[in-house]
């Protein structure tokens, strides 16, 4: 391996020193990447159709990678890769797969796995794309959805999800391993892993970004488990020679000033090359501090956050705004029976939609008190008789009497599960690219301003999701949580309810 300092590298943990010298195959894939495989999309990377140009610092990562042992044979076994988005992550997995695939042993697997079978056809999807751009390859492999063949040496290349199911029988010499950080669990690492036991030369590579360090379970994710053993086995503490670890992050670590554009280079090697700088410039003000941490310097976050940027809310505030009655409204409501507070909110449906409170109930430190459940739905009817009423959103969560109530009295209920990961999720992404971009107002209401003010943002493996402070459970966020979703459906309402998400039944699916 060539010893000489090269901008971006070496990373800021490495399992291989970089002054090491030992043999590898790491330009044979070099070469093999930058004679044959092509660019898929047109970036600053390069233009589409024109051959890879690996920068200098993907060749020290390829030597480490690829390192020989004192047999002659791969050193490392399993491999994890980290570094932020937007460095090129995609196209050398998809490169290094079909290098693999091509080069590799005579009815050799190559695998594309992720946690989704999308999140895995992105690698594939660029592998495959690159076969079909180059005309070498093309004519000596067979091209399907989710599967390339190569007929001189029988070797197939495929893709693999952990939502599929983890298959057994498989006999992987390669394995790309995308975005490990979303993995629910292990079973797909160690199936592939397991499955690769037979071969005389087997690489399983992780190639992610950093994420949550808990999985939905509340242990340590798969990814963050690597990370620590990966770190443990750079400074010396574990001796795992299988084991090739290479990860940027700041050099200060999760401490690191994520504003600093000296940080910004610490964990992006590509930086005013493959990612320009302005990039994060015109992102950090936009993205939560913690998922902008997360994705742009690849550390790892711990605990929940500030939902919102401050000031933020304050200026969407349109107090005199007057509302068209003709113009259709989203109710939507949440809360619970005691101890906590109830609310509704309405949002207008239309190009530049507004928000305010129809009601609010909240525990006033009564001992006993209870939500006063007649006074809630005589709200529900009296909002949605004076209004154009769309329709009524609710947690059916402790209140399927009142929507069963409602809706037999003709209301437009719409079950909207508030404790659903994956809508929550897709909800707040919505609700605060229209804060940030302006695309909405609300009345201005004090109460709806404390309860959104309370939201603090958790970030796991499933996304970020607005939710209650832990550490301070009395603060409501229930007119906050209205919000988030009410947004959403107003939007599915204005966009002329798109396919991707529809009310079916009086579910919202």
Not at 249 to 261: I, L, M, N, Q, V
């Amino acid at each position: 391996m060539d010893s000489r300092r090269v901008a971006g590298w070496p990373p800021r943990w490495c399992t291989l020193s970089p002054t090491a010298r030992t043999r590898t195959r790491g330009p044979e894939a070099a070469e093999f990447i930058e004679s044959y495989c092509r660019v898929v999309k047109e970036s600053v990377g390069g233009r589409a159709g024109g051959l890879l140009r690996l920068r200098p610092w993907q060749h020290r990562l390829l030597d480490g990678l690829l390192a020989e042992g004192p047999d002659g044979r791969l050193r490392h076994r399993a491999a994890l890769i980290g570094m932020a988005r937007k460095n090129g992550k995609s196209a050398l997995g998809a490169s290094l797969g079909l290098w693999g695939l091509f080069l590799g042993p005579a009815g050799g697997e190559v695998y594309s796995c992720a946690g989704t079978r999308d999140q895995a056809r992105i690698v594939f999807g660029s592998a495959r794309r690159m076969v079909e751009l180059d005309p070498e390859l093309s004519a000596d492999a067979k091209v399907y959805r989710d599967a390339i063949e190569v007929k001189s040496n029988g070797a197939v290349y495929r893709v693999l999800s952990r939502e599929a199911g983890a298959s057994e029988g498989l006999s992987p010499h390669l394995v790309i391993f995308d975005e490990v950080h979303v993995q629910p669990d292990d079973e797909l690492w160690n199936v592939m892993q397991l499955g690769s036991g037979a071969r005389t030369e087997p690489l399983l590579v992780g190639i992610t970004t950093a994420g949550a360090r808990v999985d939905a379970q509340g242990r340590d994710s798969l990814c963050y488990r690597l990370y620590q053993h990966g770190r443990r086995v750079s400074t010396g503490e574990v001796d795992d020679p299988s084991f090739f670890f290479s990860w940027w992050e700041p050099k200060a670590g999760a401490e690191a000033d994520h504003t600093a554009p000296k940080v910004w280079a610490e964990a992006n090697p590509g930086i005013g090359d493959l990612v320009a700088e302005a990039d994060f410039e015109s992102t950090i003000n936009r993205t939560p501090e913690a998922e902008f941490r997360t994705k742009r310097t690849n550390v790892w976050v711990v605990g929940a956050t500030s939902a919102l940027p401050h000031g933020t809310w304050a200026r969407l505030a349109a107090p005199d705004r007057e509302i068209d009655p003709a113009v259709p409204v989203v109710l939507m409501g949440d809360g619970s029976w005691s101890g906590d507070s109830t609310g509704i909110v309405a949002w207008t449906v239309e190009e530049r939609p507004h928000l305010w409170v129809v009601d609010l109930w909240e525990n006033d430190g009564t001992p006993g008190w209870r939500v006063p459940v007649t006074d809630v739905e005589d709200a529900f009817r009296r909002a949605a008789r004076s209004m154009s009423c769309a329709e009524i959103g609710m947690d059916p969560y402790r209140w399927q009497r009142t929507m069963s109530v409602l809706e037999d009295e003709g209301l437009p209920m719409v079950e909207y599960p508030m404790g659903s990961v994956p809508h929550m999720v897709k909800a707040w992404k919505g609700f605060y690219d229209a804060c940030l971009d302006g695309l909405f107002t609300h009345s201005g209401d004090p109460r709806l301003a404390r309860h959104v003010e309370n939201m603090v943002l958790k970030f796991d493996a499933r996304g970020a999701r607005p939710t209650k402070d832990a550490k301070n459970s009395g603060r409501h966020i229930d007119l906050g949580v209205c919000a988030v979703a009410g947004h959403d459906r107003a939007l599915w309402h204005a966009r002329g309810n798109p396919s991707d998400s529809i009310a079916v039944a009086g579910v919202w699916a």
